[in-house]
C-alpha cells in the first residue's frame, strides 16, 4: 500500500475545505490521559486528520478497561496506555508527529500548554488538572473538559473564563497544585456531583445506589461505552472548532446531551439552580447516609 495525506483525507473534504485540512494537518493538539474521553477524541481527531499530538498517560490498560477505552484490547492489557495509542494512530496516519509521554508531563505543564493550540483534558485526576488549568490560563490556551457523568457532555474554558476550581469551588484554589490532598480530591469531585445534578437528569440514568458507593470512595468510577465514547467525539467536535477558528460550540459551563430523551440540557438560569442546588446537597446527605 502506498499512503498519501491526501488520499486518506479525502473523504474529510466536504465536510471541510481543502483549506480547512491543511489547517488540521498543521495542528498541535496535547491530550493528557488517553484511557477514555481522552482517548475517544484523539482517535477522532486523528481520523481527521489532525498532524500534531502530545499524549500523555501514567497507566497501563486493565481488563477492565476493554469496556470502554478505544486503544484497550486483550492484546494491550498490562501495556502502557500512552505508547499502544501511538501505536494505533501510526497504523492510521503513518505521518502523524506524535511526542509520547508519561507522568513527567506534570513537570512539562507550562512548556506544554504554550506549545499546543488545543489542549484536552483527559485526566481524572484533580491534581493534574488543576496543573493542566493553571497552565492553560498563563499561556491563554484553551481547554476541552467533560463532567463526570452518566450523560455525555462537554465544556471549553477559554482564556478568560474562570476555571473549574474558581466556578465549581474546589478547595484547591490558592493552593500549589503538588501539594493537593486526597480529601481535597474527594471534596472536589463532590462540587462536580452537585453540579451534575443540578444541571442535568444524569440521576435518572444511573444507579444511585453504586453511585453512592463511589461519592464515599467505596469503588471506582463505573462506565459505559456509549457515553464515554460519545463524550470523546463531542470534545473532538469542539477541538476541530477551535482549530479551525469556527465561532459557537460549548461555552466554560458546556452542555450534556441526553440520548434517553433526545435532547440538550443546558445550564439552568439562577434562581432556579439555586433551589434546586439546595435540593441536591440534602440528596446527596440522604445518599450518602
Known sequence: ???????????????????????????????????GMGAACLLSLARA?????????????EVS???????????????????????????????????????????????????HAVLVNGTDDTQASVALYR???????????????????VYVVR?????????????????????????DRANSFMKELEWVLVHSSAHKHVDLGIAAELAAGKRKRFSFAPMVITTGNMMAYEAVRLILGKPGGADHRGYFYNPHDLRIEKPLPWPVSAVKLALVRAFIRKMMA
Not at 14 to 29: C, I, M, P, S, Y
Not at 137 to 151: E, G, H, M, N, Q
Open 65 to 115: 478497561n476493554l469496556n470502554r477505552q478505544v486503544f484497550a484490547f486483550t492484546d494491550t492489557v498490562g501495556k502502557d496506555k500512552a505508547a499502544s495509542a501511538a501505536e494505533a494512530l501510526k497504523r492510521i496516519n503513518p505521518q502523524v508527529n506524535l511526542q509520547v509521554l508519561g507522568k513527567e508531563w506534570l513537570d512539562r505543564v507550562d512548556e506544554l500548554a504554550g506549545s
Open 1 to 35: 500500500m502506498t499512503f498519501t495525506y491526501e488520499e486518506f483525507s479525502t473523504r474529510n473534504i466536504g465536510f471541510v475545505t481543502a483549506e480547512e485540512q491543511a489547517k488540521l494537518r498543521a495542528a498541535h493538539v496535547f491530550i493528557p490521559g488517553v484511557g
Open 135 to 153: 497552565a492553560a490560563k498563563a499561556k491563554r490556551v484553551s481547554v476541552i473538559d467533560a463532567y463526570a457523568s452518566p450523560l455525555p457532555s
Open 159 to 183: 482564556p478568560d473564563d474562570p476555571r473549574p476550581e474558581e466556578r465549581l469551588g474546589y478547595p484547591t484554589q490558592g493552593k500549589d497544585w503538588r501539594q493537593i490532598t486526597d480529601e
Open 49 to 61: 486528520g489532525v498532524g500534531n499530538f502530545t499524549i500523555a498517560d501514567l497507566d497501563v490498560f
